[in-house]
């Protein structure tokens, strides 16, 4: 079928402009000093809202909470779920298919609602307001990519070798860390990053278990952003998204329509 | 075609078959245990806990709670925004990335693929960061409309604050998913079958009908009930796009709970929200599972 490119263009032309025409705003107000209606683009550009922002205490603090729980909540959800992961791929056992299927059933509760139920038991607990019920809570948004990623991983990797090396004699543990943890290695580590980085945007439950006293980025933007200097919201968003956005180019290959699918059960 | 059915139904190979059954079992047990009290600690028990917690009054079990909230008229006027907004947007984002997925399917070359790029652009980016993308894109005096007013157009009105702001967001965060799961399941329909109808005279839409709509029924309502499901429990976007009033449910709760300081009425919110996903939740669960059947 032939066809003239017009039609293409002009879907590519409107797609460009939904897609980056957001984000683009939220860069140039990050290099602007002055950008006054109705000039198009910005009259005076510069970084001086870099330098004020970072070094100013309420933006520091924030970013480092926000460091060190994502560090804390992934790294704890790593522990537990890989092996998990493993398990669900290479081991027989009682319910295994109902409790991996109940790992992508989750997916159907709604988020906000859930943590309401989760934050009145905290409040109880004592975990309201308390880093460590925030570590607690994200790790939760981290348990998806951490099962069904990994899960997918050791399943697709050939046995033979493995059984190849049982045959010679090596014990399972080193079968294991020479043979399987090398060819796992590259979904385990973009599982991580995935996880990283929705733990590092996540609002809902650092919101109802955090607030007020632990204060992470996200929850900054949000206050930024009702501000009236509007380079101060901008500068954050491009220093926190850009790093995230490179890292997360790296796993695009684990996001196909295949990995999508083993996650939603498409 | 599903890799989950493989994946969880499919016998278990490799060097697991060395190790005796009952040892097996054991290890296999011992390591899912923590992930799945997570699930049992942090999804089952708070959930059924708050159910039981909006029915236990001062002195008695009743529903008087579910009462109050079905007869309260912004309660309400909230619940009915949350669907609407959920039904619209979700069907928006599954029209357009079945729209860009047919493209994708009958095209090939350098604008195809900058297109497919573009539209999985929403993968990479958080809901905060694209809320408040929109908000200084779309916002008054934004960079679309001096766009707009670079050609002539002057009439624009912004969407922020009104509920067209977070319809946008919602359409705009859904689109790869559909993309990636349409274009997939669309490329499973060979060229020969969509010439063979059009050589008997069929039609485009007749062909899109009969030939390219039930290939991907599953992947359409698997990723509606995803979709839908999702915008139930957002807050994010709502609360930095939407209007004051009505409020999204998201929205609704945690003023009730944070602001209001009011769990009990903040809890009933949260159990209805939950009963209307539970019905989108079964479906869905439902339609995995026969799909999974089905290829066993």
Redesign the interface.
């Known amino acids: 079928m032939k066809r003239s490119p017009i039609g293409g263009l002009l879907i590519l032309g409107s797609m460009a402009l939904a897609m980056i025409g957001p984000i683009a705003t939220v860069i140039l107000w990050a290099f602007a000093i002055k950008w006054r209606y109705p000039h198009l683009l910005p009259t005076e550009w510069g970084m001086k809202y870099w330098f004020a922002m970072l070094g100013r205490e309420t933006v520091i603090t924030p970013v480092l909470t926000s460091l060190a729980l994502t560090s804390i909540s992934t790294t704890a959800a790593a522990v537990i779920c890989w092996p998990a992961a493993y398990a669900f791929a290479r081991l027989k056992f009682p319910g295994r298919q109902v409790m991996l299927f109940s790992f992508i059933a989750a997916q159907a509760v709604p988020k906000f609602a859930l943590y309401v139920s989760i934050a009145v038991v905290f409040l109880r607990l004592g975990l309201v307001g308390n880093f460590w019920g925030v570590v607690v809570v994200q790790m939760l948004s981290a348990v998806l990519f951490m099962i069904w990623i990994p899960t997918a991983a050791f399943r697709g990797i050939p046995p033979a070798l493995e059984e190849a090396a049982f045959d010679l004699g090596a014990s399972r543990l080193r079968v294991f860390v020479q043979i399987t943890l090398p060819q796992a290695l590259p979904a385990l580590a973009a599982s991580y990053v995935l996880a990283f980085v929705s733990i590092l945007f996540e609002v809902d439950g650092a919101l109802l278990i955090g607030a007020p006293t632990v204060t992470t980025m996200p929850l900054l933007l949000m206050s930024l952003s009702a501000q009236i200097i509007v380079q101060e919201a901008a500068v954050l968003c491009v220093l926190i998204w850009v790093p995230c956005f490179i890292v997360l180019l790296l796993t695009r290959r684990f996001m196909t329509a295949k990995g999508i699918a083993q996650g939603f059960g498409v | 075609m ?3 059915a ?5 016998a ?5 078959k ?2 005796g ?1 009952g040892t ?6 011992a ?2 245990a ?3 009290a ?2 049992l600690g ?2 089952l ?3 059924m ?2 159910i039981g ?1 909006t029915v236990t009054l001062e002195d008695r079990i009743g529903a008087d709670r579910y009462v109050a909230f079905f007869g309260d008229a912004y309660s309400m006027a909230n619940l009915r925004f949350t669907l609407e907004m959920s039904l619209i947007s979700a069907l928006t984002a599954l029209a357009l990335s079945f729209g ?1 997925a047919l ?1 994708l399917r ?2 090939a070359g350098r ?2 693929t ?2 497919h790029a ?13 809320s ?7 916002g008054p ?4 409309q ?2 707009l ?2 050609i002539g157009i002057t009439q624009y009105r912004t969407p922020y604050l009104t509920p067209v702001g977070p319809f946008l967001a919602f359409v ?1 965060e859904n689109l790869p ?1 559909p993309v ?2 349409l ?2 399941g669309l490329t499973q329909v060979s060229d020969h079958a969509v010439e063979a109808a059009r050589d008997l005279g069929a039609r485009p839409l007749r062909i899109l009908w009969e030939i390219l709509l039930p290939q991907t029924r ?2 359409l309502l ?2 509606f ?2 979709i839908f ?2 915008i ?5 976007v709502p ?2 796009l939407g209007p004051a009033a009505p409020e999204m ?2 929205v609704y ?2 003023r009730t ?2 602001n209001l300081q009011d ?1 009990d009425s ?2 009933v ?3 209805v ?2 009963a209307i ?2 019905v ?3 479906f ?2 439902a339609t ?1 599972l026969k ?2 059947g089905a290829e066993r």
Do not use: C, K
């Open positions: 599903s890799d989950l493989q994946m969880s139904a499919g278990v190979r490799g060097p697991a060395r190790t059954h097996q079992a054991m290890a296999g047990l390591l899912v923590l992930p799945m997570m699930l942090l999804i028990w708070p959930t806990r708050m917690a860009i493209y009958f095209s604008i195809a900058m297109i573009l539209s999985l652009f929403p993968l990479f980016v958080p809901s905060i960061i694209i408040y993308a929109l908000v200084r894109f779309l005096n934004g960079l679309f001096l766009l007013e670079q705009w998913l990636l799961v274009s997939a599953r992947s698997i990723a009930a995803l499901l999702g139930l429990g957002a807050y994010t609360y930095m449910m998201g709760m945690q709970l944070g769990p903040a809890q919110q949260a159990v929200l939950m996903a539970s989108v939740g079964g869905y669960i995995m799909s999974q």
